[in-house]
């Protein structure tokens, strides 16, 4: 039977339209790949970025050894990367967090072209690919510290990404499983469920459809996969206790809020500074809207963005949940920011190459920290690390009295308990004052457990006080000073860590 011009012209239009976007993303994705590997290439520079690291890759060889994750290996977050480190450790070795720095780089591909897809659909395709680029030069722009380290929040952000894309799109289901995956990698991930849940009530709103369906699609698909992880989990009531209920302590103000609130400002100023160049236009176009002055429009609309502004409000109430403000804490903004940032250049007057040519400017400042940044930090770790492997066999357990978990994984010997830093017997958390920290202060029957390894296990060879002048230090713990005078001696001092080791 013959075409007609009609179908002819259908057919030609439909072929078109699938290589316009087939070529948009292959030739978009590349440039993506390569930005994200210049970017974070510092990361492999250094064994270990930060204590949260060094946290995950000690909980991973505990859990190779037979470790149970909330029960013999215990931390206040959730399972899936520490799953994920083990699962690295056990293809790769442990030796080397190489893998998942390179796993990094892919999560933070992966949030790229979500975001590009995202923008793309709001202000079409220039949009998308400049929001995708955008995001990977702000990505390194904070302390490198917090961005070139494989932590959790470089890996909640693709899920997170995600679930607002689904939302987006009115797949409800899919929405609900990303909530979760963002959850479960780390609690405050669960924050994008707000604009998931705004997006269903305002097109029912609109489209006046039944919102009921929907919310029960989004209710199972958040609550599935957490049930599947507590089941999995031979410890479901620990998972419960130490991922939410027992943190109250933990996520404290205390009395030392002039301190907190400086790294507030202190982390959102550098932040501003990286991504001023699209923030800059999204901060005028709010002010002239505020004065009443009319929008200069590009033939785009910037659309009804408030979506975008319950994203970016709730990432900001996941950053305040416990009033610590860490420098990664602030991953979780970029999403929220680089859309807003996007949408108010590609429907304003502002030319995409000044907004390029700054944020690009910024990205080479903090790659260039992170190429130079001091490891004096570092290298006392390493030679305090090298300083316990001399003095231990493999067989030999260890103790680190301090806030550096990464010295256990430097020095690839066994914990002597399953609290990896002092934290959890005293309730110190970093950057917090000496208030409500002390033995007394404690996760609930954490001594007693502590007290039942050292009995089970035998008394560690060698204990690390790497306290300092901390409130935990161990002439205000009595415990620890007890058992310090009474089993052991000093055989070295590096800068203010000191190494006890058994007496014979």
């Known amino acids: 039977m013959p075409l007609t011009t009609a179908t002819r012209r259908t057919g030609l239009a439909e072929r078109l339209t699938q290589r316009a976007r087939t070529g948009y993303w292959t030739t978009l994705v590349p440039v993506f790949a390569a930005l994200a590997v210049v970017t974070h290439l510092p990361s492999f520079l250094r064994p270990v970025w930060s204590p949260d690291e060094g946290y995950l890759a000690t909980q991973?060889?505990?859990?190779?050894?037979?470790?149970?994750?909330?029960?013999?290996?215990?931390?206040?977050?959730?399972?899936?990367?520490?799953?994920?480190?083990?699962?690295?450790?056990?293809?790769?070795?442990?030796?080397?967090?190489?893998?998942?720095?390179?796993?990094?780089?892919?999560?933070?591909?992966?949030?790229?072209?979500?975001?590009?897809?995202?923008?793309?659909?709001?202000?079409?395709?220039?949009?998308?690919?400049?929001?995708?680029?955008?995001?990977?030069?702000?990505?390194?722009?904070?302390?490198?510290?917090?961005?070139?380290?494989?932590?959790?929040?470089?890996?909640?952000?693709?899920?997170?990404?995600?679930?607002?894309?689904?939302?987006?799109?009115?797949?409800?289901?899919?929405?609900?499983?990303?909530?979760?995956?963002?959850?479960?990698?780390?609690?405050?991930?669960g924050a994008v469920l707000l604009p998931v849940l705004w997006?269903?009530?305002?097109?029912?709103?609109?489209?006046?459809?039944?919102?009921?369906?929907?919310?029960?699609?989004?209710?199972?698909?958040?609550?599935?996969?957490?049930?599947?992880?507590?089941?999995?989990?031979?410890?479901?009531?620990?998972?419960?206790?130490?991922?939410?209920?027992?943190?109250?302590?933990?996520?404290?103000?205390?009395?030392?809020?002039?301190?907190?609130l400086g790294r507030a400002l202190g982390n959102s100023a550098i932040l501003l500074a990286a991504g001023l160049g699209f923030l800059f236009p999204l901060a005028h176009r709010l002010w002239l809207r505020r004065r009443g002055r009319p929008l200069p429009e590009r033939g785009l609309s910037f659309g009804s963005s408030l979506d975008l502004w319950v994203w970016l409000a709730s990432s900001v109430v996941a950053v305040?949940?416990?009033?610590?403000?860490?420098?990664?804490?602030?991953?979780?903004?970029m999403p929220p920011l680089v859309l807003l940032g996007v949408g108010a250049v590609a429907t304003s007057a502002v030319r995409w190459k000044p907004v390029l040519v700054y944020t690009t400017a910024a990205c080479t400042v903090f790659w260039g920290l992170a190429v130079l940044w001091p490891g004096q930090k570092l290298s006392q770790t390493t030679e305090v690390a090298t300083a316990v492997a001399a003095q231990t066999t493999p067989k030999d357990t260890v103790l680190v009295w301090g806030m550096h978990p990464e010295l256990y994984w430097l020095a690839d010997r066994r914990p002597a308990t399953r609290y990896l830093t002092a934290g959890f017997l005293t309730n110190y958390s970093g950057g917090k004052d000496g208030q409500k920290v002390g033995e007394e202060y404690s996760v609930s029957e954490a001594w007693q457990t502590f007290d039942e390894e050292l009995a089970a296990k035998g008394l560690p060879e060698v204990v690390v006080d790497d306290s300092g002048t901390a409130p935990y230090q161990p002439v205000l713990i009595p415990r620890i000073e007890t058992l310090l005078d009474t089993h052991y001696e000093v055989v070295g001092v590096t800068g203010d860590t000191v190494i006890y080791r058994l007496k014979r």
């Open 199 to 260: 997006m269903l009530f305002q097109d029912a709103r609109q489209r006046g459809v039944r919102w009921v369906p929907a919310l029960a699609k989004i209710g199972s698909g958040f609550a599935l996969p957490i049930a599947l992880v507590a089941v999995i989990l031979t410890k479901p009531k620990g998972f419960l206790f130490w991922v939410v209920t027992g943190s109250g302590d933990y996520a404290s103000l205390g009395s030392n809020w002039l301190q907190m």
């Open 320 to 333: 305040s949940i416990g009033f610590h403000f860490f420098g990664h804490y602030y991953l979780q903004l």
């Open 60 to 189: 991973a060889r505990m859990l190779a050894d037979g470790g149970v994750l909330y029960d013999t290996v215990v931390d206040r977050k959730p399972p899936l990367l520490p799953w994920l480190y083990e699962a690295c450790f056990a293809i790769f070795g442990s030796s080397s967090l190489w893998p998942l720095r390179t796993l990094a780089i892919v999560a933070h591909l992966v949030t790229a072209v979500l975001l590009a897809s995202i923008a793309r659909g709001r202000w079409g395709n220039r949009a998308g690919a400049y929001a995708g680029v955008l995001y990977l030069l702000l990505s390194i722009g904070l302390s490198p510290e917090d961005t070139q380290a494989a932590t959790f929040e470089v890996f909640m952000l693709p899920a997170m990404v995600a679930a607002f894309r689904y939302a987006e799109r009115r797949r409800w289901l899919a929405a609900g499983i990303a909530v979760a995956m963002c959850s479960l990698t780390k609690q405050t991930g």
